[in-house]
């Protein structure tokens, strides 16, 4: 029922698709100053994503991304979780946000930081399972 | 404004409900959407609903001058609408599995639990 | 830290089938170090217990809420964690012997160890809550110990009893112990311990009773609760000897005993304890002579044990509780060694019929010698400790202040009963002509012997030198109530009225047992009056639950959603209509103002959801929600929350990729209902929407209260870094609920994938035996 994309979509897709997912890393990366942030940023690179499914289907996307998008969640996950255990070394309650500057550049790492990473990650592998798993089924009942 | 709010939400709930009471499953598909919507909606013009004051501390400030909306309703809704947007692909997909086994649209047909 | 050296058990516990495959039949050895360790331990503490300093060790555990892993070793959970201790390192030694080669061996260990744990954690714990904890797990790893056997049907019908009664009480004991702890004022026993006078004059104090007296009696099988505790001896024979006689059973009997000085000594108190616990002591004696199982009779002279246990600290006198005490320690040490012996019994000979046994002494006198003298303990004769127990329990009965005859008649009346049932456990296998058992008997292991023969002869020991307890009864008696007391026991009272009830008790019981088998044949006429006893009760119970389920699956779970639905719509529309219109008059706000373009986007919400309901075709019915999706993004935009409104723009988007890839594989939109149908869902949705615009203009025109989120306001700079607000709630301030919020949208994820990954057996609803990797998404 989706079959491979017109020229224009192709075009279109082969892109737009590292403008797109540059343009979540922006969001996610200003998120926490201006609007922006893990949901929407994750939501914008899996808009991304299923942009270049459609035009070029789900082998290409596979060999794209290379990991499985149910990883990305595992890895979300680990990356939020991962994010309230530094407060335990300070001796700070559990979760305790934690900020570092990096010194060159002046960016403001943190804890917070990491764990709207996760976000990210696991909003984009769910959104990506789901869509992957519904076009796997779509081209192929018996798989 | 709210008032208004509180009329369109009311009637947002009605079509839901209504739609969810029907037996076509892709009517319950719809008025799930709807729901999620609706409440959505809710809790977000419950807090009260301010005009151009976004709830962001202008840079080189400490707090923001003045009231600016509530962001508390905001971050709840966010991660509703997301969750819900999580919740209709699996509830979709659980529909489409049950029509492909039942092959049924009825669901006064998938009351028992052989197929 | 010692908290955790004991609470680290648990991990013990789940290494057992690991330690099983490298050590074998070693690791039984291996394993009772642990509770050897833990006696060593608790043998350092005895001085400066028995020197009237309870040892508080104190941890935080949860202090939020008031929970602590604080532990309290005074004289009480010395005492107790010893037996558990003690009893468990011998317990194990024997499982190993007894269950030597049986293939779920591991298991058995695995659970048996938790259990262990479960019970020193409940003696141990100062905290209410933590006590509790520790209370249901006993109860839950008991219940998986009585059915260990699980292809038995009643081994799982004894064990769903036993849990069903124990969890029932359990319940109430909840009740009780938030009742306690909230009129007392403190979650810490210690602390309650010296707020017994304002508990006894607070107004809960009585239903604070009945509810922990219901959790102590169900658990320490007292009447009418104590049918479950024969039925329990389904339970292997080691698990027996531990639960059903020294551990878990009188964990109800250390409640009382701990809560004495807070509650005890009222009417109400001494009334319900002393009665309750003798009718038990007087049942359960009776009851025990009926069988000839060996198990059977043990359990039930369990039962008499934790009755008069009971009445001892309801009568509640400085020489009831000290009775108490010896009573409790002789009983743990001789229903220990005389379970222990029944297992043996049974597994040399292969039946547990005392009357299918005889003359065994020649083929093992060891075990014959163990069993004469832990009998003689039961039967209360000198010079066994369970002498010293019994005269104090008499002479505590004969100078209690209520129903003093009564008390004394049941009192006398289990002694000889007892006696018989001693001389019944110890004489008939043992003694006469030998007789042909299944298999061939022989002594057991000396593994198996080890635990019975050391708690045989602590019960002589003791006896013969009861000065060395002095200072630990005299702990006890004083920290569970006793103003002051000078304790010394001594195994020769002179000629004084116990005695002669001993001796006449003793000629009593001796001529029950040279007519028992006639006695039993008398006594099967009670057959059909016991069989209405309190188990027929509970059976009824259970029926009538299974009934009511049914009728209500029935009637509710009818399988038709809408009906659901509708249900609980109805229920909610009709209780926020009463409180509405009955308990508050709703201040509605309508004042308005509202600008043209706002009220046009407003409409176009109202018209986008309206028409998906009356469009004919699916893609007109999707393309009107995503009207109103648009429409709500835009309300977002016009009111503050840009962050929403990108989010919400976002989800349309996917939600029509979605779509796309799901609805239009679904069939055609159908009218399935009628026209009457459709009448009466849109009364139900209708009063649904107006219940929630009144609702919300009733909030609206209500007070307003102070905004919790004007902390974050201000702090979001200053504390979050971070200049959208709305992104430090999400990432810093509300950090743990945007983590459950991730790991929901994981789930959702993960079901999409399993469903549609379960495709292949399509149509036929069977899942495939075997994952394939074709579409594994690498």
Known sequence: MVRSGTLILNVAARFLLPLQLLFSLFLLLRGHDEPGGGFIAGLVAAGAFALYLFAFGLGALRAMIKVSPRDLVGLGLLFALGSTLPAWWGGEPFFTSQWWTVPIIGFKASTPLIFDIGVYLVVLGSVLTAITALMTTDRDPDA | MEPLMAVSIGVLFACAIYMMLRRSIVKLVIGLMLLSNAANLLIFSTAGMERGRPPLVPEGMAAPAGSVADPLPQALVLTAIV????????????????????????????????? | MMQLAVLSGFVLAAFAPL???????????????????????????????????????????????????????????????????????????????YLHGHRDLPRFLVILIAFMVSMLGLVLADNLVTLFVFWELTSITSYLLI??????????????????????????????????????????LVELTTRGEALREHPLYTPMLICLLLGAFTKSAQFPFHFWLPNAMAAPTPVSAYLHSATMVKAGIYLMARLQPSLGGTEAWVTILSLVGAMTMFTGAFLAVRHTNVKKLLAYSTVMALGTLTMLLGIGTQ??????????????????ALFMVAGILDHETGTKDVTAMGGLRTLMPVTTAVALVAALSLAGLPPLLGFIGKELMFESVLHASHFTLLLLLLAFAAAFLTIAVAAIVALRPFFGEQRQTPHVAHEPPAAMLLGPAVLAALSLLLGLMPGGLDGLVQAIVVGIGAPEANVHLALWHGINLPLLMSLAALVLGWLIFRRWDRLRARLAYLDPVIARGPEAGYDAIMVALVRIAEWQTRALQNGYLRNYLAVTLLVLVGLVGHAFFFRHTPQFDVSISVYLHEAVVAGLMIAGAVTACLMKSRLAAVAAVGVMGFSIALTFVLFSAPDLAITQLLVETLTVILLVLVLFRLPRFANLSAPSERLRDLVVASAFGVMVTLLMLAVL??????????????????????????????????????????????????????????????????????????????
Request: net charge negative; charged share 15%; proline share 3%.
């Open chain 2, 83 to 115: 969750i819900a947007f999580g919740v209709l692909s699996f509830s979709v997909v659980l529909l489409r599995r049950a029509w492909e086994v039942v092959r049924a649209d009825d669901l006064d047909k998938m009351k028992d639990t052989d197929t």
């Open chain 3, 701 to 778: 025109g209500g007070e307003r209260l102070p905004r919790i989120s004007d902390y974050m306001v201000e702090n979001s700079q200053p504390l979050g870094h971070g200049h959208n607000i709305v992104n430090v709630i999400l990432v810093d301030f509300r950090a743990l609920d945007t983590l459950g919020e991730i790991f929901v949208l994981a789930l959702a994820a993960i079901g999409v994938y399993a469903m549609l990954r379960f495709h292949a057996a399509e149509g036929t609803g069977r899942l495939p035996t075997r994952p394939r990797s074709s579409d594994d998404g690498e």
């Open chain 3, 19 to 97: 330690l099983y495959r490298w050590l074998g039949s070693r690791t039984t050895v291996f394993l009772a170090l642990y509770p050897a360790a833990i006696v060593v331990w608790l043998l350092a503490q005895w001085p400066s217990v028995v020197g009237g300093e309870p040892v508080l060790l104190e941890m935080a555990w949860v202090p939020g809420m008031d929970i602590t892993l604080t532990f309290l070793i005074d004289g009480l959970s010395l005492l107790f964690a010893l037996l558990i201790a003690g009893i468990g390192a011998f317990v194990l030694l024997y499982a190993g012997g």
């Open chain 3, 319 to 336: 020489g009831a509780l000290v009775a108490f005490v010896v009573f409790l320690l002789a009983h743990s040490l001789y229903k220990g």
């Open chain 3, 147 to 188: 059915g260990f056997n699980h292809t038995d049907l009643s081994a799982r019908k004894a064990a769903l009893q036993g849990l069903f009664v124990t969890v029932a009480g359990g319940l109430a004991l909840l009740a009780g112990l938030v009742m306690l702890g909230s009129a007392g004022g403190s979650w810490s």
